[in-house]
């Protein structure tokens, strides 16, 4: 290794071991040799509860230490120890030795490292400046008021994370922040400040806590401390562990039933976010350990806003459409054949033929049906600029069990509008039924479809083009089920429409009031944007 000081002369060192940086230890470790004087010494490198406990007692370094921290820096002690050649080449050599064995190895290397430990001397306090990545501040805005509440884990110190999360405006500047910190961490001392807290979290103060003091906290009370917890605005833990990351992420999982995301750049973070609900990795300076392990990998963590709010937000409401539409898709086809086998003694004969189901589970309905995870309720743009639209996925409307009791109404409903209505129309034939009644379920399910469209986009539209044409077509080329004759006349053509209409228009109707009666918030935001995107006013 070769350095250049300011003055332009040249230091040249061999690195002899090399002791890695970890979460755990909080610190890291290089013994190398001078080439020119051949001195050995051994330098530590770590965070202030580490290497302070280390060296000699300076009274200066916990003030320094302090000063540095509440200016956001991140604090760093290096300390070095001369090695007598002696005692180094026997060091040496029982590293060596530890290294190879089979046997506790890494407890025999452990046990030597700290044999260097003795005796360190102080040589420095350095503060740098972690800063943070553009567009944090607003991000953090964003989702509050998208209702999400964000905790801060980090492995900073305490004065370090506050002025961070000051800085950062997770906690407001003029809101007050309660530290967490009991005389010690005896039971009695615990519950004494349990008690503080619940009257600090009350007069709206966000906590901040150290994870030593969560995991005292946790074991004595779990369940108080994280429902006072979550009452306040904001939580930041700080000198939190990996492990002791991923367990907030547990404690909240487990005693709030709400989903948790996790958010992280750093090896660190890797076992919070495997533990969370849904783990973003930012991919950066700290490696890819952490996008690896996550379920999405983002660039940097201002994306967030666009993962939830846009597509996280259209994922969930498609997906839940798009389930309403498969429960629809087939309990009205089964609604149709109980009707058919009641109304005739309960007789078992499949109402429509093997054909005609394959063809209306595949290309008759899929495509459309499919086609509406595509759909857009508001523009990208709108959706991230508004939050409320996230908030309003709070209150679980998209996917809850009366919508799925509609949903079912409606599918027994239209069924039986159907199933009644092609039977009552039919003329002595029971192939007239099949027409009817076919023709009519395929209608209803293209216009449903179409009703609940929000944003025709090109594919939406060609799915419901093929799937009408591939009907019209397999109509035309399936003599067998379908009499060419009967369905070229008017007489079939009403019939097929009054049934449509009997089954849809009520549907429309119901929808047209609800929405005039209360209009979905993403419809009064796009009035105020005034986006020229053609959406139907049909909302479910
Ligand atoms: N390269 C390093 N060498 C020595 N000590 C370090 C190094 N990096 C961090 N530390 C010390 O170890 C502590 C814990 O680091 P860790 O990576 O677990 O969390 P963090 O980087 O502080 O916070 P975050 O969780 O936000 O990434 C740090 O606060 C710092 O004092
Ligand atoms: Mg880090």
């Known amino acids: 290794m070769r350095l250049r000081t300011p003055a332009g002369a040249e230091l040249a060192y061999t690195v002899l071991h090399l002791f890695p940086f970890s979460s755990e230890t909080k610190r890291m470790g290089i013994v190398v040799r001078d080439e020119a004087t051949g001195d050995i010494a051994f330098y530590a490198k770590g965070a202030d509860t580490v290497i302070g406990a280390l060296v000699q007692p300076v009274d200066w370094l916990e003030e320094e230490v302090g000063n540095l921290a509440r200016e956001g820096l991140r604090t760093l002690l290096v300390a070095k120890r001369r090695l007598k050649r002696d005692f180094y080449e026997d060091w040496s050599r029982r590293y060596e030795q530890a290294r190879l064995a089979v046997e506790n190895r890494s407890e025999r290397m452990q ?305 039986g509008v159907i199933m009644y209505g092609s039977i009552w129309l039919f003329q002595g034939s029971f192939l007239h039924i099949v027409s009817i009644g076919f023709t009519a379920l395929v209608f209803t399910e293209l216009i449903m479809v179409a009703l609940t469209v929000r944003t025709w986009c090109w594919q939406i539209i060609v799915a419901e083009l093929v799937s009408l044409c591939s009907y019209l077509a397999a109509v035309f080329i399936l003599t067998q089920y379908f009499d060419r004759a009967f369905i070229l006349t008017l007489n079939f053509l009403w019939k097929v429409s009054a049934i449509t209409a009997v089954s849809s228009i009520p549907i429309v109707a119901l929808k047209l009031i609800r929405y005039l009666m209360s209009p979905p918030i993403a419809r009064k935001l796009q009035a105020s944007v005034g986006t020229t995107a053609v959406s139907s006013i049909f909302t479910v």
């Open 111 to 415: 046990q030597l490292q700290q044999q260097l430990d003795s005796g360190l001397e102080l040589l420095c306090v350095t503060g740098v400046e972690d800063r943070l990545q553009s567009g944090v501040r607003p991000t953090l805005e964003t989702l509050r008021n998208a209702g999400v509440r964000v905790w801060m884990l980090t492995g900073d110190k305490m004065e370090t994370a506050c002025c961070i999360a000051k800085s950062s405006r997770l906690v407001d500047r003029s809101g007050g922040l309660f530290a967490f910190q009991p005389a010690s961490l005896r039971s009695a001392d615990l519950d004494k400040e349990l008690r503080n807290m619940a009257r600090r979290v009350e007069a709206g103060h966000s906590v901040v806590i150290s994870g030593e003091c969560l995991q005292a906290a946790v074991e004595q009370d779990e369940r108080r401390f994280v429902q006072l917890a979550c009452q306040a605005p904001a939580v930041v833990v700080c000198r939190c562990s990996p492990t002791q990351k991923a367990e907030v992420v547990r404690l909240l999982k487990d005693h709030t039933g709400k989903r948790c995301a996790a958010v992280g750049d750093g090896g660190n973070d890797v076992a919070m976010i495997q533990e969370a609900d849904c783990g973003m990795g930012i991919a950066g300076k700290e490696g890819l350990q952490a996008s690896l392990a996550a379920d999405f990998s983002i660039a940097r963590f201002q994306h967030v806003t666009r993962l939830m709010l846009v597509h996280g937000r259209r994922c969930y409401k498609n997906t839940s459409v798009l389930a309403q539409f498969i429960v629809h898709r087939g309990l009205i086809i089964s609604t149709m054949q109980a009707a058919f086998s009641a109304v005739f003694f309960y007789v078992a004969i499949s109402l429509f033929p093997g054909i005609l189901m394959i063809g209306y589970a595949t290309i008759f309905t899929m495509f459309p049906v499919f086609s509406l995870v595509l759909d857009k309720d508001v523009a990208s743009a709108t959706a991230e600029k508004f939050p409320e639209l996230y908030r309003d996925l709070l209150k679980g409307r998209e996917l809850s069990a009366k919508l799925l009791c509609i949903w079912v109404a409606i599918s027994i409903y239209q069924g």
